[in-house]
């Protein structure tokens, strides 16, 4: 599993509250991805870090953000969750020098209601 | 949008028999990657195959790749139950970001 490890695995929220997702890995690889995974639209990128401080946005990065404090944190946040947020959340890392093979967590399924 | 969109979506076959899903992809690329995903689970990588590759095998599984169609089949031979899951090409061009398609749900009946 690449010593990726996602909390919660589980969450259930109502509309408009903030959200954070964790994601951390134990092998300091420098690139990490945020994906969200839906039925009928495979996975999507939210928002990826090539390092400490430094991310930058996917093809679905409306109504989210992320922070990356420490090389092995990468922290997705929704400010204000939206029923359309419901999804499962998978954070993935690359090592370096691996030519484009990423590694998955196990996820997290986020309920929005 | 995704680059690579597979194909069929779903596919269903008894176990022992061969199962072959394909990947097009619209842009050129470096490299196209095979993932597969089993219910509830992250996804895990299968193989690999460069733009200058034409065919690669890894135990039951084969790819191929054909740049001028922009194509790439995945084959598995002799299938099992525990194939049963989603599969997954991600295609890379010139950044560390792959893309993926929608996927192929595989079920293989005992």
């Known amino acids: 599993d690449a010593g990726i490890t996602q909390s919660p695995r589980h969450k259930v929220t109502e509309t408009g509250t903030p959200v954070t997702l964790r994601c951390h890995q134990t092998e300091n690889h420098r690139y990490m991805y945020w994906y969200r995974q839906d039925p009928g639209h495979g996975l999507r990128l939210i928002h990826y870090s090539y390092g400490v401080k430094d991310t930058d946005k996917g093809e679905v990065s409306d109504g989210y953000s992320v922070s990356r404090s420490k090389t092995e944190d990468f922290l997705l946040t929704l400010e204000s969750a939206t029923s359309s947020q419901t999804s499962v959340y998978f954070c993935?890392?690359?090592?370096?020098?691996?030519?484009?093979?990423?590694?998955f967590g196990p996820g997290t399924r986020l309920t929005v209601l | 949008s995704q680059q690579g969109e597979e194909d069929p979506q779903a596919l269903s076959i008894q176990e022992g028999e061969n199962a072959t899903m394909n990947c097009s992809y619209k842009?050129?690329?470096?490299?196209l990657q095979w993932y597969r995903q089993n219910s509830g689970r992250g996804l895990v990588h299968l193989i690999l195959?460069?733009?200058?590759?034409r065919e690669k095998h890894s135990g039951r599984l084969r790819v191929t790749l054909d740049t001028s169609k922009k194509s790439s089949s995945l084959l598995i031979t002799a299938s099992r139950a525990a194939d049963t899951a989603s599969y997954f090409c991600a295609t890379a061009g010139g950044s560390y970001i792959p893309t993926f398609g929608r996927g192929t749900s595989l079920i293989v009946h005992p």
């Open positions: 842009t050129s690329i470096n490299n």
């Open positions: 195959i460069r733009s200058n590759e």
């Open positions: 993935a890392i690359k090592p370096e020098g691996s030519t484009d093979t990423q590694y």
